[in-house]
């Protein structure tokens, strides 16, 4: 069964800093990964979604990259904002499974002004 | 939003009564799921369609049931609410299995007293 994991599960930084999320997942056989953004209250927002034929993909400060062969994804994020303080999650859809997409618990990032 | 709505977006309600959520989609994706969101188990499959009058159940489909008779509305029905169904519910949507970004609704905010 695949398990998608985030840590860390909180971080603060002050604005300005670049940063970095991680996710990891059990299973390689994935069709693609995705990475979510979560506001208190809201729905999810769809930031960048990974083929599994691709290494990464980019959408303006925002990067995110995968190594499928060792289950790892990170979200890159350069010179951080408060706007930017919300729950990012990761979900991968994996290969020959019926689990649909499988989420990560979360990392809630606080950026401070 | 990618052109989803769910309703009600909050509702109370009593043990053993039905309820049922709708989620209703402007985008004309084959595509929908029914998640729920819980703390310290993120979010949940519970039900996904498709295509019109097809079905089938996710990870956590038991005390669940939905339907799907247009392309536009997907309904979740708990048939005999219990309080282990109080949560937020999410409805997603997307045009292509597996290699689609999934777009999220609002939510609805779930409390069975």
């Known amino acids: 069964k695949q398990e998608v994991t985030q840590i860390p599960a909180a971080l603060s930084v002050p604005e300005g800093e670049n940063l970095v999320l991680n996710c990891s997942f059990t299973?390689?056989?994935?069709?693609?990964l995705q990475w979510f953004r979560q506001d208190p209250g809201k729905g999810l927002t769809s930031l960048l979604l990974i083929q599994s034929s691709q290494r990464e993909q980019t959408s303006g400060r925002l990067n995110a990259s995968l190594d499928k062969s060792s289950g790892r994804s990170t979200l890159y994020i350069a010179a951080s904002q408060p706007g930017d303080s919300a729950t990012y999650l990761c979900?991968?859809?994996?290969?020959?499974?019926?689990?649909?997409?499988?989420f990560g618990k979360g990392t809630k990032l606080t950026v401070n002004p | 939003d990618a052109g989803i709505t769910q309703s009600p977006r909050h509702k109370v309600t009593e043990t053993g009564t039905p309820v049922t959520l709708r989620c209703h989609q402007t985008e004309n994706h084959r595509y929908m799921y029914w998640y729920r969101q819980d703390p310290g188990h993120g979010l949940r499959l519970i039900h996904y369609s498709y295509g019109v009058k097809d079905t089938d159940k996710g990870e956590v489909s038991d005390g669940y049931s939905v339907s799907r008779s247009k392309t536009e509305d997907f309904l979740l029905t708990l048939e005999s609410a219990t309080s282990s169904q109080t949560s937020v519910y999410f409805c997603?949507?997307?045009?292509?299995?597996?290699?689609?970004?999934?777009?999220f609704g609002n939510g609805t905010r779930l409390t069975v007293t």
């Open positions: 979900a991968v859809i994996t290969q020959g499974g019926s689990e649909k997409l499988v």
């Open positions: 299973d390689s056989a994935i069709y693609n």
């Open positions: 997603a949507i997307s045009s292509r299995e597996n290699y689609s970004p999934l777009h």
